[in-house]
């Protein structure tokens, strides 16, 4: 089969806005913000990450001085064994947990040294997260889930609720907008799920073992949405633990020992070979299955 025969799932450039950046709260050249080469803020960037944490009598070394930079647009996946410090860095790129030492860049503001209400404003504006169990409140529609992080913000309207019916269209849900989770599969939960990502436009979506609890044929789904997604422009951090769903990402960013163990980049032949095999592989089951 061709690379030209698997197709990626659609999303629409109308749906899905381009983000805004809102001012930093630090001015340039100070607080050691992190540019690239080419001038430009990356979406995310950490310097010497790290998180120590005392258990009874012993301090644990989660992450010992992590360093990486995502560019706005890069699709990233994190990946290490258990003990790695994997769960404690998506801790920390989720605004859930502050680290040691070290810096953590969010744009133009290092939210490392940010307090509680600080990150959490930070969580409700500028991450969006995707959850491998979902997260969806089970007495709300499609529409109403996808528009929860605007609860919290007293940011509800006609013009909202647009919005969230576009986000739900654009993932494929145009008719399951009155649904409640219970009526939905779960490949249709992610992607309510993933709808709920974008409504705050975020910098960046978090995805934590999105595709963990799905069946081979909605995990293609899943990951062609994302590369969708992508290609419109979003940043992607994808926390997996699967070496095929790690193949679709741009980028693949191991951990081991609380430490950055390889940082390694995925061609387009590569990305394309991984495509083509995993829809191989929804074809023979399929095959099986008659």
């Known amino acids: 089969m061709s690379e030209s025969q698997v197709e990626p799932y659609r999303v629409s450039p109308a749906s899905v806005l381009p983000r805004t950046a809102e001012p930093g709260n630090l001015p340039a050249g100070e607080g050691g913000r992190v540019t690239l080469a080419d001038g430009s803020v990356p979406a995310v960037s950490i310097r010497e990450l790290k998180k120590s944490y005392v258990l009874k009598s012993e301090t644990v070394h989660a992450l010992r001085g992590v360093s990486f930079d995502i560019p706005e647009g890069d699709y990233v996946a994190i990946m290490g064994p258990s003990g790695s410090g994997k769960s404690t860095l998506l801790n920390m790129l989720g605004c859930l ?19 509680d209400d600080s990150l959490a404003e930070i969580r409700s504006r500028r991450i969006g997260f995707v959850f491998q169990s979902y997260n969806l409140i089970q007495q709300y529609t499609v529409v109403e889930n996808i528009q929860v ?27 399951r907008l009155d649904h409640r989770p219970m009526q939905l599969s779960g490949g249709q939960q992610q992607r309510v799920a993933i709808a709920r990502s974008l409504m705050n436009d975020p910098y960046f ?18 990951l062609n949405l994302f590369d969708s997604l992508n290609n419109e422009g979003r940043t992607i951090i994808m926390v997996t633990h699967e070496d095929e769903v ?21 061609s387009e032949e590569s990305r394309a070979e991984a495509r083509i095999r995993q829809h191989e592989h929804v074809l023979a089951l399929a095959q099986r299955k008659l």
């Open 97 to 115: 947990d502050k680290p040691t030492s070290g810096n953590f860049f969010l744009g133009h503001d290092d939210v490392a040294s940010m307090d």
């Open 149 to 175: 992080p605007l609860y919290y913000q007293g940011k509800l309207g006609p013009a909202e609720k647009q919005r969230a019916i576009d986000l739900a269209t654009s993932v494929g849900l145009a008719e």
């Open 205 to 222: 979506i978090l995805a934590d073992e999105a595709t963990g609890n799905l069946d081979s044929v909605t995990t293609e789904e899943i």
């Open 246 to 266: 790690a193949a679709r990402a741009k980028r693949i960013v191991r951990l081991a020992d609380g430490l950055l163990s390889s940082d390694r980049t995925n």
